[in-house]
Every structure is written in C-alpha cells, then in structure tokens.
C-alpha cells in the first residue's frame, strides 16, 4: 500500500497561489493520485485525480513528475473558502480509499 | 442528485444505549462506505459493501459495532452499546464501480455522534 506524506499544515493569504506537495514513493503503476477537500462540518469532497504530467480543472491543477513519487496540487488565487483539510491519496484500485492526516490549509485575508 | 443522505445529523446518547445511524447512498451507485472520524484518529474506514454484500469489515472497532445493507439504498451502522469513545463524525458515502480511470468517492455530511 502506498503511503503518502504531506506537509501537517499551510498557512496563506488572499490571493496568493497555494502548492501542496505529497509523497507517495512507493506508487505502483496501475495506482493513480487522487485529492480530496473536506471543509469543517462537512465530508470530504473529491478535487481532482492524476496518472501523470498535467491535470487542470475549474477547481485546481495537479502536477504529477515522471517518476510519480511525488506530486503537488496548486490552488490558484485562493480565498477565504478555500480554507480546508487537504488529503492527497494513492488509489490502487481497490474501491475503498485510505486518507492519511491531510493537510490544514488556512488563508488569511 | 441529492447526495448522499445520512440521519441523524447530530445524536447525544448516554453511555450503554444503542444507537443507530442511517445512509441513502446516491442511486445507481453500487459501493458503500462507512468511516469514523476523530480528531486523534483521523479518517478511519469502519466497512464497506459492493451490491449490498460486506466486503471488507476489518475497520470496525469491536463487537459493539454492526452495520448492514439491506437493499441498494439503505445502510444502518449500528452500536450497542454505545461508549464515550465511540464520540466521532461518522460519514457514510458511495461511488460508482464503473467510474473511469478512477473512484471517486462522494460523501454524506455526517452523523456527529456524542455518547456522554
């Protein structure tokens, strides 16, 4: 099983762009890298999933380099809202997913 | 879609009785999952069913816990009896096992469990 380490906590501000880094040197390679967001009081939430390169969506960008250790999700401009826990995970096909600690985004005005 | 529904949203029980949480997955979806969450444990994967069958139960805590999946739109997780350390979020959620490259994994708001 892939573990994954992501950094505890992030602080930012207004308007600055966010990259959360994750390992995940053990992936396997059928394995994909998936993100969720969970705000206070609420369930995780599905952002966005990766093989490899690139992904972009209309909520943030996922940067995944060739060797697939690690990869970085960018939030671009974030605001207030995007006060969250982050969790990045491996996906190994097995249906059931595994969230670590996460990190603790917080944005300041 | 409604998402997924969880009842109750918020339960406070005394310790030693039994308490029942409920989950409507989304329709069509054909896997269900229950996990616990505490601020010391973290997300924790309690069970999960494909096709109403048990497919994994080995993140249930103990014998107190039970849940069940009785038909493609209904799951109760239950504790009998309830004790202070089963104070958590329970989230059950759903996902398709159809869904291309990945699984996505949709959740309910919780049941914001507190056993005094």
């Known amino acids: 099983l892939a573990k994954t380490t992501q950094p505890i906590s992030m602080d930012s501000y207004e308007g600055q762009e966010v990259n959360i880094t994750c390992s995940h040197n053990?992936?396997?390679?059928?394995?994909?890298i998936t993100w969720y967001q969970q705000f206070p009081s609420q369930g995780p939430r599905f952002i966005i999933q990766g093989y490899k390169t690139k992904v972009t969506n209309e909520v943030a960008s996922l940067f995944i380099p060739a060797d697939r250790k690690s990869s970085t999700l960018s939030l671009p401009r974030v605001s207030l809202s995007d006060t969250a826990v982050y969790y990045c995970?491996?996906?190994?096909?097995?249906?059931?997913?595994?969230f670590g600690s996460g990190t603790r985004l917080q944005v300041q005005p | 879609d409604a998402g997924v529904i969880q009842s109750p949203r918020h339960e406070v029980t005394e310790m030693g009785q039994e308490v029942t949480l409920r989950c409507k997955p989304i329709s069509g979806h054909d896997y269900l999952f229950w996990y616990r969450q505490t601020m010391m444990r973290g997300l924790e994967l309690l069970i999960y069913?494909?096709?109403?069958?048990?497919?994994?139960d080995s993140g249930m805590p103990e014998d107190r816990f039970s849940a069940k999946m009785p038909n493609a739109s209904f799951s109760t997780l239950k504790i009998q009896p309830s004790e202070p350390r089963d104070s958590a979020v329970y989230f059950c959620?759903?996902?398709?096992?159809?869904?291309?490259?990945?699984?996505?994994?949709?959740f309910g708001e919780g049941s914001w469990l507190t056993v005094v």
């Open positions: 995970l491996v996906d190994t096909g097995r249906r059931a997913l595994t």
């Open positions: 053990n992936i396997a390679t059928n394995d994909y």
């Open positions: 069913f494909n096709n109403n069958v048990p497919i994994d």
């Open positions: 959620a759903s996902s398709f096992s159809s869904s291309i490259p990945g699984n996505t994994i949709y």
